[in-house]
């Protein structure tokens, strides 16, 4: 059974059939050129069952080809008057006698294919006329093919690049040290994601380009592992970054329950939207009964709010870089410090603050009652023997347990 054709298919049909029916003859269809195959893509036909949509063949051989190449003009009223064209397969079957055909060139300047109209007799009456029209109707459907065309170009492009990391095992993992403000003593480490520097893409643009091509939660799931490979390599706890669309898969909770989950903090976005939080709460549930501890990253950015804490009550809140940048010297960010210090220590959680760049900054946060400190001024993210050894908690942090190795990995 043919399928079924999509809303720009059917647009592309209306111009084919105005094509047709304005220049008389019997068959009009959109083409795409990949370079060795002609794709038939849109055919409308007054005569349906010889040539329809999806039908290929060999570029090279085609009339469209021998147009490009100037062997052929672009209206041919008659195909017997021209060797050439005879010698080509489709003036055998199906017995093409008169042709026109135009390129559809994207705006990029590439051309996509061709908008052509057939007849199985020759027409004396096409004209130069009959192709400035065929222009106008391949510009037309050249406009309504190029979102399709750039969409299908752009998830290839990512793919091709995304397959490597998978293929790999997930990208690289590093992870950054996290200090007690108090003491200076390292408590834990957060888990990022690196992929090849040849890309220039930060991780999270890279994770949210695997969403869009539908592998995201494969990605972030193989990078949870890779995450988790480096426990039984540090002591502390590790910080690790996970899209709340991928926490509700199946995968992703049964590798966090083979986890030490005492020693890991899952790591959800404020600025990640959140669909459902009755399902997230019930997929947590079984994971901090088990130990694991809930951090709401990226607070103070303004995202989505403090709904996500109200609605999690997290252990832990992790201040966004926004408002800790230059927080010793701007009296309205010291006030928002402040004011979320409070509100997080109200809400029992832990408050870490992140690109803590600077001693002043560190010491100013420290002042405000901050409890931790994530950033250059601590140690930029690197390999997990970088990482100094963790000092013991401090009371009111979490209790922190040497691991030695991660079961079931
Ligand atoms: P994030 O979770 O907010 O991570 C903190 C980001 O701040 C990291 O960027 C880190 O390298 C950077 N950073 C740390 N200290 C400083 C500092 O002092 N100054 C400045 N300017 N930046 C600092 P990174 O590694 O580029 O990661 C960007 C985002 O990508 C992360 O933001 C997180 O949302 C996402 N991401 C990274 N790895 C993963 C992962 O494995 N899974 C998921 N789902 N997301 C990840
Ligand atoms: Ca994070
Ligand atoms: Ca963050």
Redesign the pocket.
Known sequence: MAKRRSDVEEQVADLLRTAKSSLGLSLAFLTRMDGTTQHLEVVESSIPFLIRDGVTQRQETTFCQAIMDGKLPAVIPDVKAFPEAMKLPAARIPRIRSFVSVPVVLSDGNVYGTFCAAGFTSDKGLAKRDKSLMEVLAHAASVIIEPGVRERGRRSEIESRLNLVLANGG?A?VL?PIVDLATGGRIGA????RFPSEWRK???VC?AEAHSVDVGDRL?IL?LAR?AEHLKRVSGYVAM???SATLLTRECTELLGRLPLERILL?L?EHDPVEDYDALTTVLAPLRAGGMRLAI??VGAGFSSLRHIVLTSPDVIKLD?SIVDGVSTDPILTTLVRSLVEFGHGCDARVVA????TGEDAAALRSLGVDYG????FGR?GAPEELTECVPAAAATPPVRDEPSVPGM
């Open positions: 990208p993992v950054q957060e888990a990022l994601s930060a991780p999270d994770f972030e990078a995450a970054n996970v899209s790591e976005s990253d990226d870089r992140e690109g803590v760049e994530q950033g250059w001024h993210p």
